[in-house]
């Protein structure tokens, strides 16, 4: 080959290589499920109260593949349900969350994470009444949980708990009606900005060994990220 | 052993007959890469969808919405249809069917023109080109990862990747670095020059060595179709049960790591023979080149540990698809089970990677000292010593894991002992130093880091081994510098050695020197400045594969990551000198430049299709410089005589015995 | 240096040993730098000196250091004495002398360097059986153990008084260790607290993939295998604060599973423990017995609810095989 044609072959793999490594860090190195914004517009100060809404769904035939078990949030100024489990909230307020919990119950891997803890009294309101712990192998009680281990908080969600139920949960995501319950809770974020995973401590990733692959291993399902800002 | 007929029969490549048919069709009517990537799709597609219909039916597939009986067929029958799409069985059927041979050497080897570097051919010189060529742009991959992986590591609070996407990275840059380590020398080098410094002009499985190379394209491919498929999160290690429950991605990191094992064994195993089997007359195993002894000893570790690689890779393999509990312990399975098979792999592995290094100094410092190697026979005997002691180190990698205790002063003797062997390979440089005339020329400044950052690497070694001092080390950034220092420091600044030094003799072109000279300095102090401060960030408590770490270390993490970078410039540099040299400028260089005694400088630079027009009768070592009265190193046109002469002492030999 | 010597070989004056003066530069220099790094560097070197285990692990890598240090030194000279001094002058194309090798050069070095190699095994072995393991995780048959190890149930169920042997069991999970506390009744907390001047027995195990727990003040590493007791030995001698990092790369959120803990005096870690217990009692009396490990795959049947019973929900397994399937990982 000449060298105009050697040159020219060279530029053309060249921008072919950077071509294809742009592409794939833009579509599966960076990119994610979206974070939800609870942070915008407020000015971080004691009193201040962040109310964060947050639903657990059943294995359902959503559009989307994989159709696993999965948390949603509800997007503060649309309130519309977003499928991600990634949100935003000031440093240092006090935040109210509410779990609509659609999904029927499943025994906790370890027993212990039944105990709520981090929380505002260290309980939370299941349909409104105070409940400090949920036992999970001997009733039909939990069917998540939500977890912040950096912050020490730990509330197990509650599941509808009769067998008829269980037998009739909400087939397509994100849900509206079906049995379920209302599972509210306050903590307070911490002060320092950054970020703080949270992750669901049930074996819900079913057929997957020890129920721990799958949802629970998949940022957007049942583990994400709460972005504390400052 | 060591003697051949006249060539012509049995030293023709592949068995062809001279008189065979020519392959006169156009490049594109012949099978090769395009066909061979035609056929992977295909046989993906059938793979994959086989793989569907057989499990639809199963439970498991559905609740976890995981397709991992379909995605494994699909790449078996990928590897298949990528190989039925070059040709590799051609040969083979056609020898099936009573049909003539082509004339290989013809029609595959001596054709001009780039078209050859894309075919599967049975000349090793152009098998060693594809090696190098592959393993330069899966070098650069994995290190690329590599950067992405520091990227995240500049701050321990503020993450570029999220937590998926970096255990990604780790475990992509660690298994690719790992898979394509073991042949970056071995390929390239191995193939290449190996029959030339033994004076063959082939090597024993022409086929074996084409199909080892053409195995690793289908692995890497399949390795960096793990992040398409949700990445794998367990590391290069892949214990198990994290791997068994680890999304589809680990299919990829599983299968295309037990199909490296396959490529291993079938190139040391050629290369095995090759050296035992082919080597001219005269060249005794006193003669042989220390690169060949290095080498040796590689391919004997290859084919004896690699097999336990694939074997474990398809353990895990059925217990993630068909759902056996080899690695599960509530259903009776172990996990320490994978993890002996994995560093019963792991550990000669580790030393797979420090052989062809050794190999390569030793040949390099005495044609740059103008000396003979000093004490032949202990560095020889240091390779061997290596190797051997290499099978009886595995457990130390386990020592916090709860095996029997009774276990560890035992592998940390084993493991300590290994540096006696080592220590050759010190003395060895060492004594060709003393009163040499040294020559910076950039292959020598390589050979001279590997030295310096091989001891700082052993060194760290021996506080491994310590079961005590493991204790704190295990697990943490000094074990990965301590690796790093070893892989990279040692391999790699060897690989880059070797390429400048051998370049003119496989390319017959000469890398630009002023550029390799910054391309060394900056590697060695970037990669230098990269891993020194990694030890202290290990002592002070960093776990290995973690996203978040502790505040007070992040100034020695920038630091790093920095210099990462700085080193990664270097590299390109390297690539840059490469194409520039190799495709723009071409400096040609057809002599011996460096006034080398190796028999493979004797040849023409690129050598000859047949290496040798005669078989070489070798008449003395490769290192006596300095020694006026040492005969050449070889008779290139021995008398017809000599030859025959040899071949009916051997067989009066054989018969009297 | 190098001007000297061209000048010597040039005049035909007597070599110089190079030998020798190898050998003392880098007697001196390694003289000067093990002395500096013992008086300076190696009361501050890892993990340092909270737990007798630590205090091993500290000797032992200075030790090493120091022998190490020598080691370095001389062959770092050596080279940097070579290519000063045996360099090649413009214009010299000659070759070097043809020196093949030297027995006794050999010999002193194979010598040398098997007798270090074989002195550091034995100090090696001496460091790991005399401290009791050195803080690695010894499997679940320990061998080199503190007086009054606990190695049944029934013994570390027994209530504790200072001065016994306390067992802490830890229980790797993804992505949390949580600690048991046997002597007091099996109550599980996420808080590790120890008392001072204790002997502490961790028994380390997992319920789901491979972890390892990592106390880096403590000098203690073990891994966290499921249905595997490992157990590792650490007697505390110093209060502070442990930082537990988990060090088996165990999926998505490994690089966040740490946490903290402390060392604290006995009075203070029993009045923890007993307000702990009591705290706790609640979630307690729903745990599964004191065990060396766990199956939470099968839940003993007066534990499950009729709900959960009728809906099939036998483990806490996650479906890994069809429900009719008896075992479930």
């Known amino acids: 080959m000449s060298l105009p044609a050697r040159l020219g072959t060279l530029l053309a793999a060249f921008l072919v290589v950077v071509g294809g490594a742009i592409f794939v860090v833009i579509h599966y190195l960076l990119g994610g499920p979206p974070t939800v914004d609870y942070a915008a517009g407020v000015t971080p100060d004691s009193g201040h109260v962040v109310k964060v809404y947050l639903q657990e769904d059943p294995q359902t035939t959503i559009g989307n593949r994989p159709d696993w078990v999965s948390y949603f949030i509800q997007d503060p100024k649309t309130h519309k349900w977003v499928h991600t489990t990634l949100f935003q909230v000031p440093a240092g307020s006090t935040i109210d969350v509410t779990i609509l919990g659609y999904d029927g119950c499943t025994p906790l891997r370890n027993p212990y994470w039944g105990k709520v803890t981090g929380t505002t009294g260290n309980v939370e309101y299941v349909n409104g009444k105070a409940t400090p712990v949920l036992n999970s192998w001997g009733q039909c009680s939990v069917g998540h949980t939500f977890s912040i281990p950096g912050i020490g908080l730990n509330v197990p969600v509650a599941s509808p708990t009769t067998l008829a139920a269980n037998n009739s949960l909400c087939s397509t995501s994100p849900c509206t009606s079906g049995p379920h319950t209302t599972v509210t809770f306050s903590f307070k974020s911490p002060t320092t900005a950054g970020s703080y995973f949270w992750q669901c401590r049930v074996p819900c990733g079913l057929g997957y060994l020890d129920g721990f692959g799958g949802p629970m291993q998949t940022i957007g399902y049942m583990t994400g990220q709460m972005e504390v800002v400052s | 052993m060591a003697i051949e007929t006249e060539p012509g029969t049995l030293q023709h490549p592949g068995g062809g007959e001279p008189t065979g048919a020519k392959d006169t069709r156009a490049w594109w009517q012949r099978p090769a890469i395009h066909t061979g990537v035609l056929g992977a799709v295909i046989g993906y597609l059938v793979g994959y969808y086989l793989g569907r219909a057989i499990s639809a039916n199963y439970q498991q597939i559905s609740t976890s919405d995981a397709h991992d009986i379909a995605i494994v067929l699909g790449f078996l029958f990928l590897v298949i249809g990528w190989l039925v799409g070059l040709g590799v069985f051609n040969d083979l059927l056609r020898h099936m069917a009573g049909r003539p041979m082509p004339d290989t050497e013809k029609t595959n080897g001596d054709a001009a023109g780039v078209a050859r570097y894309f075919r599967v051919t049975l000349d090793h010189k152009v098998v060693g080109i594809q090696y190098l060529i592959g393993m330069i742009i899966y070098f650069c991959t994995a290190g690329l990862l590599a950067m992405g992986i520091r990227t995240e590591l500049l701050s321990p609070v503020h993450h570029v ?23 970056v020398i071995l390929g390239p080098f191995g193939n290449y020059l190996i029959p030339l410094m033994i004076g063959s002009k082939r090597v024993a499985f022409p086929r074996v060595e084409a199909l080892s190379f053409w195995l690793t394209p289908a692995a890497f491919l399949i390795l960096l179709a793990a992040i398409p498929l949700g990445g794998f999160h367990m590391g290069w290690t892949g214990y198990p049960t994290l791997s068994v429950q680890d999304t589809s991605g680990a299919d990829a990191y599983a299968f295309a790591f037990g199909l490296m094992g396959i490529s291993m064994v079938l190139a040391g195993f050629n290369i095995l023979v090759t050296v035992i089997c082919y080597r001219a007359p005269g060249m005794r195993w006193s003669r042989l080149p220390m690169f060949v002894w290095g080498i040796l000893g590689t391919s004997v570790m290859m084919t004896l540990a690699a097999p336990i690689l694939s074997g474990g890779m398809y353990m895990l393999l059925t217990d993630r698809t068909v759902q056996t509990a080899f690695f599960t312990d509530n259903l009776g399975g172990s996990t320490y089970l994978f993890q002996n098979l994995f560093w019963f792999f792991g550990h000669p592995e580790v030393y797979i990677l420090a052989l062809p290094g050794f190999g390569i100094v030793n040949e390099i410092l005495p044609v740059f000292t103008r000396k003979p190697l000093f004490a032949y026979k202990v560095a020889a005997a240091g390779m061997v010593g290596v190797a051997l002691l290499s099978f009886f180190v595995w457990q130390h990698h386990l020592f916090d894991s709860g095996i029997n205790p009774n276990m560890r002063p035992l592998f940390m003797l084993t493991t300590e002992m290994i540096s006696i062997p080592t220590g050759f390979i010190f003395l060895v440089g060492m004594g060709t130093l003393w009163k040499a005339k040294i020559r910076f020329s950039v292959p020598m400044l390589f050979a001279l880091a590997l030295f310096f950052n091989f001891l700082i690497g052993g060194v760290s070694g021996v506080f491994v081994s310590d079961t005590g001092a493991d ?16 892989i990279m420091g040692g391999l790699i600044f060897a690989f880059m050695g070797g390429c400048y030094y051998w370049l003119p003799k496989m390319m017959g072109i000469k890398l630009n020197e002023k550029l390799g000279k910054w391309h060394f300095w900056l590697m060695f102090l970037a990669f230098n400045s990269t891993f020194l401060p990694l030890f202290a960030v290990g002592w002070l408590g960093q776990p290995r594969r973690v996203f978040e770490y502790a505040l007070r270390l992040q100034g020695l993490n920038d630091w790093v990551s920095i210099s990462s970078y700085v080193l990664g410039f270097s590299i390109l540099l390297f690539v840059i000198n490469f194409v520039w040299s190799t495709v723009v400028t071409r400096d040609r260089e057809t002599g011996n430049p460096w006034d080398a005694r190796g028999l493979e400088w004797q040849v023409p630079s690129p050598p000859p299709v047949h290496n040798f027009e005669h078989i070489p009768v070798v008449l003395s070592g490769p290192y006596e410089y300095g020694d006026p009265d040492a005969p050449p190193v070889a008779d290139l046109n021995p008398p017809v005589g000599v030859l025959v002469g040899a071949l009916a002492s051997a067989e009066t030999e054989e018969s009297e015995a | 240096m190098a001007s000297v010597e061209a000048q010597a070989s040039g005049s035909g004056q007597r070599e110089p040993n190079h030998g020798m003066r190898i050998f003392i530069i880098s007697l001196v220099l390694g003289v000067i730098f093990d002395a ?13 000196t909270m737990t007798s285990a630590a205090a091993s692990e500290q000797f032992d890598i200075n030790v090493l250091a120091a022998i190490a240090i020598p080691v370095m030194i001389f062959i770092f000279v050596y080279f940097g004495y070579a290519l000063t001094v045996w360099r090649r002058r413009p214009g010299d194309d000659t070759d070097g002398p043809a020196l093949h090798g030297n027995a006794r050069v050999q010999t002193t070095w194979i010598t040398v360097t098997s007798a270090i190699v074989l002195f550091l095994a034995g100090f090696g072995t001496y460091e790991l059986i005399v401290p009791q393991g050195a803080g690695a995780g010894e499997g679940p048959a320990p061998i080199w153990t503190p007086p009054g190890a606990k190695l049944t149930v029934a013994q570390q169920i027994a209530p504790w008084t200072p001065g016994q042997v306390l067992v802490i069991q830890v229980i790797g999970q993804q992505w949390k260790f949580s600690y048991r506390y046997p002597q007091f009744g099996g109550f599980e907390t996420s808080a590790l607290v120890i008392p001072d001047h204790t002997w502490v027995q961790f028994d380390v195990t997992s319920i789901d993939v491979i972890h390892s727990f990592w106390a880096y003040q403590l000098g203690v590493k073990a891994d966290a295998n499921p249905g595997v007791d490992n157990v590792a030995f650490a007697k505390t001698d110093q209060l502070g604060k442990i930082t537990v990092r988990c060090d088996e790369l165990c999926g998505l959120w ?29 979630i307690t009396k729903l745990l599964p017995p004191y065990a060396t490990t766990y199956n939470p795959t099968v839940i003993p049947l007066f534990r499950l609810g009729p709900v959960v019973k009728k809906l099939g929900l036998f483990g806490a397994g996650g479906g890994y095989y069809p429900p009719q399937d008896p075992q479930q990982p």
């Open chain 2, 161 to 183: 990747f999220s937590s998926s996407t970096y255990i990604e990275l780790v475990g992509e840059h660690g298994t690719m670095m790992m898979m394509l380590m073991t042949s």
């Open chain 2, 471 to 486: 204790t704190t080390e295990h697990g943490s950034f000094f074990v990965m510098a301590h690796f790093h220092y070893t």
């Open chain 3, 36 to 48: 500096l790094f013992w008086f300076l560097l190696s009361p501050h070197m890892p993990p340092g």
């Open chain 3, 254 to 282: 490994h690089g966040a599973m740490f946490d903290y803990g402390k060392v604290v005096p006995v009075s203070e870690f029993q009045s923890w423990a007993s307000s702990s217990r009591v705290e706790l009692a609640s």
